[in-house]
């Protein structure tokens, strides 16, 4: 061996001796040594009992959570709803922990443990006062255990490390990040106040009312209203930017782009209410977007908070109260019904085929007696010949008077019509009419009701072509419809239903062959 080799495996044990030696300085000797044989409990209590838990990180504040109900409230550093998932995680994983091992520390063992000073100092309260404190170390070497100090124990102990994670988050993190509390089925007002004008919303009874800037009062669109009021209710914090801001300019809120209000107390007109005695509301304010447009910033009256949210939240709050309006335009109720009338203006055109301009006029009239036997023939017998009948004759219930003489119409049609306004339901309303083209198709319904029910319904539809909604007007208000309607107003009524033929026109069932013995089919076997 030459003396160069000889140096190299000299530099090499030396190294080899060096990394023994701070091992053996990193993890207590005791460590081992002193590990029990069986997992022992460390902490002996419900995670359901306790009322108060304290965590005070070495380089932190010292938070205090405390149990409401099956909330959580946080005290401090702030005082703010808390998490209920956070806590719940740390006292499930503290209940849970067992001791794998005892350590006895001293000198530089118990700084290599992290308990001197410990990372977390916990205070845990139960609801009879009883109070368990808990210092929590570093990891051990191997980095899936922890090192812990439960007050009173002349030792340490050795515990699984999960609980570490949990508690190494910053205080916002054990914020709850849900804004507003809101029982959705129990709002009874809400309020959007926005530059272009307040929308009040009231419930009476089990229906929705809706006051507009301008104008009288709607009924509203119960599906869409809740869907509002759950813009509310899962409103959600991306972070907090202030706590107790002493200037809402900073961040708009001194002049909102939009404030709702709702309150679960019924309207003050609603008749035969008495006075909510359990009664909340709130106000959210939507101050300024970011930077970026991806935030707004937001403020709640049950907070001092200032927090941002994402833009697309204030989206539910945008909506118009036509929007918002009940999309039921009229409900006509078939039986009520004595006349009919459609008439189609159909203009000049040369694509995608040449069409003549054409006016048409169809009027659908209800009989004036239901239908009815006109002539019934009694059987007559004789000793020679078996009983004879003559066939019953009945009329449709409706007939087309458009043409002369007036034919019996098709009732599937006229029912399937008369469905479709039963009531008539919309896609969406348009704050003005829209204009059709010259070339449009135009169609106008008109339905009679003798007294004392509204005389006369007029629906004007517009075909735009291309597979769009249909155009509507009824009374002031103008909407789109779904288009399959055009296919129950342009269906020919002189048509009418097959009758059904007469029982003596089915075959008995002695009129059908036998089946062959062994076949299912009756056909004859190989």
């Known amino acids: 061996m030459n003396f160069k080799t000889t140096i190299i495996l000299l530099v090499l044990l030396v190294g080899a001796g060096i990394a023994v030696f701070y091992t053996s ?89 992290g308990l001197s000073p410990p990372q977390f100092k916990l205070e845990i309260i139960t609801n009879d006062g009883h109070s368990t404190k808990l210092d929590i170390g570093s990891r051990s070497g191997t980095g899936d255990q922890l090192y812990v100090h439960l007050d009173g124990d002349s030792q340490d102990d050795l515990v699984q490390a999960d609980v570490y994670d949990l508690l190494d988050k910053p205080v916002s993190d054990f914020r709850r990040k849900k804004l507003l509390d809101v029982n959705t089925a129990q709002v009874q007002q809400v309020q959007v106040d926005r530059p272009e004008g307040n929308l009040v919303m009231q419930k009476f009874g089990s229906n929705w009312f809706i006051k507009p800037p301008s104008g009288m009062p ?41 404030q709702v209000s709702f309150s679960t107390s019924p309207p003050s007109t609603q008749p035969g209410t008495q006075p909510a005695t359990d009664t909340s509301e709130a106000t959210v304010k939507f101050g300024m977007l970011d930077v970026r447009k991806q935030y707004a910033y937001v403020s709640t009256s049950d907070s001092t908070a200032v927090a941002r949210v994402t833009a697309g939240s204030m989206d539910a709050f945008k909506k118009s109260a036509l929007d918002l309006r009940d999309k039921e335009v009229l409900n006509i109720d078939p039986p009520s019904v004595s006349s009919i009338s459609i008439q189609t203006s159909l203009p000049a055109t040369t694509r995608p085929t040449t069409r003549p301009a054409s006016e048409t006029l169809v009027t659908i009239d209800r009989r004036p007696l239901s239908p009815a036997t006109v002539a019934t023939a009694s059987p007559a017998t004789s000793p020679t010949s078996m009983a004879s009948t003559r066939p019953v004759v009945k009329h449709s219930v409706w007939q087309v008077a458009s043409v002369k003489p007036p034919v019996d119409a ?29 070339t449009a198709d135009r169609y106008t319904v008109t339905i009679q009701c003798p007294p004392p029910l509204i005389s006369s319904y007029k629906i004007e539809l517009t075909d735009p072509g291309d597979g769009r909604p249909l155009d509507g007007r009824y009374n002031a208000l103008a909407f789109e419809v779904d288009r399959s309607l055009l296919d129950k107003i342009k269906a020919d009524f002189t048509h009418p239903d097959e009758p059904a033929p007469p029982p003596s026109a089915l075959p008995s069932a002695g009129a059908f062959p036998s089946p062959a013995p062994g076949s299912a089919t009756g056909a004859s076997g190989p």
Not at 60 to 82: C, F
Not at 225 to 251: C, H, K, W
Request: aromatic share 4%; no cysteine; proline share 8%.
């Open 218 to 258: 709607m009924p509203g669109d119960t599906s869409a209203i809740t869907d509002l009021i759950m813009g509310l209710s899962s409103l959600q914090a991306n972070d907090f930017v202030s706590e107790t801001d002493p200037d809402p300019r900073r961040y708009g809120l001194d002049n909102p782009s939009i």
């Open 25 to 113: 300085q990193s993890t207590p000797k005791e460590e081992t040594a002193q590990s029990t044989d069986s997992s022992k409990k460390l902490l002996n209590f419900n995670s359901s009992d306790v009322e108060r838990l304290s965590i005070e990180p070495a380089d932190g504040k010292k938070m205090v959570l405390k149990r409401d109900g099956l909330q959580w409230q946080m005290l401090e550093p702030i005082q703010a709803p808390a998490d209920m998932n956070a806590p719940s995680e740390i006292l499930s994983d503290l209940t849970a922990m067992t001791s794998t091992g005892h350590v006895s520390t001293s000198g530089a063992d118990a700084a290599a443990t």
């Open 410 to 438: 098709g009732d599937s049609k006229v029912d399937a019509l008369l469905s479709a306004l039963h009531p008539l339901r919309v896609q969406q309303f348009d704050a003005f009419p829209t204009t059709a083209p010259s």
